[in-house]
């Protein structure tokens, strides 16, 4: 498959950038667990208008403290389950949200930005000044606070933060196997849609400039979906910002590991 991919690209370089373009901008409906399905079927849920989306609101719990919870990229709230158990446990109202054309909110085309700004957007609504995300969460959440610097946390972990867009790129064009020549005509594309430097876009250059108290980055050693330099590059340029370093837990495990939790328990808690 690859190869064909390879030689289309060679051939098709425009049409080829346009199919991995919208690879990069509408993500894939992934299964969901049944753990998963049980905790959002015990939340409290609302339908939320954003933008040309229907986005599907969760709530957990009824105690005085707030936290929101921002999925990853072709994640959903229910990615959560386990920690969410954990803080409404210890008194906590857990809010979770389906980002644009995730999990049951409505599909259509969608970006960092549209992910990024309905972040602000709930933080404000909800009111809370604590927030834990997941990979391409971490993006949405840093460059929604870097563009909202009015929105103030007091803490925020991150687990298994990425870092630079041209990293996500090279995934992308290294799965679906396309040329250099393609991932060029990809970041024309980009640019000329979002009006932005595809190079500006890291979160090692925009989370320092966010209005948060204190940072945890939490990432496993050995994770292969997103390289533990990712979260070092992040720690090293964001002074508000230390790095827990843990082993055993993967990318997606680290969601249902229960000393992770701890460790988010005892952070938010301090």
């Known amino acids: 498959m690859k190869k064909l991919v390879k030689i289309a690209s060679t051939i098709m370089p425009g049409v080829m950038a346009k199919i991995a373009y919208r690879q990069l901008t509408n993500p894939q409906t992934k299964k969901i667990r049944p753990n998963e399905a049980k905790k ?11 933008q040309n989306f229907n986005i599907k609101l969760y709530i957990w719990g009824n105690g005085p403290k707030k936290v929101l919870m921002v999925h990853g990229w072709e994640g959903h709230a229910g990615n959560f389950s386990d920690i969410i158990t954990e803080l409404v446990n210890v008194g906590y109202t857990v809010y979770g949200f389906d980002a644009p054309s995730h999990g049951k909110s409505s599909s259509g ?10 972040v602000a957007v709930l933080i ?6 604590k927030v834990i995300s997941h990979s391409f969460g971490g993006v949405a ?6 563009t909202n610097k009015h929105l103030k946390l007091s803490k925020y972990v991150s687990l298994t933060t990425p870092d630079r867009l041209q ?8 799965e679906l196997g396309i040329t250099q020549k393609v991932v060029h005509r990809i970041i024309t594309l980009f640019e000329s849609e979002t009006g932005l430097s595809y190079n500006d876009l890291n979160v090692s250059t925009f989370a320092s400039e966010t209005n948060v108290d204190e940072a945890l980055i939490i990432h496993d050693k050995n ?15 964001w002074p508000n910002s230390r790095l827990l370093v843990v082993e ?4 997606f495990r680290i969601l249902r590991t229960k000393f992770v939790a701890e460790h988010i328990i005892n952070f938010l808690e301090a």
């Open 141 to 146: 959440t840093t460059y929604g606070l870097f």
């Open 223 to 237: 994770d292969r979906v997103i390289p533990l330099k990712q979260s070092k590059n992040v720690h090293e340029s």
């Open 167 to 174: 990293e996500r790129v090279d995934s992308v064009s290294i």
């Open 40 to 50: 959002l079927d015990e939340a409290k849920q609302e339908d939320f208008s954003f």
């Open 248 to 251: 055993g837990t993967g990318h």
């Open 124 to 129: 404000k609504k909800f009111s809370v000044n």
């Open 109 to 118: 085309q969608t970006n960092l930005f549209d992910f990024s700004e309905l």
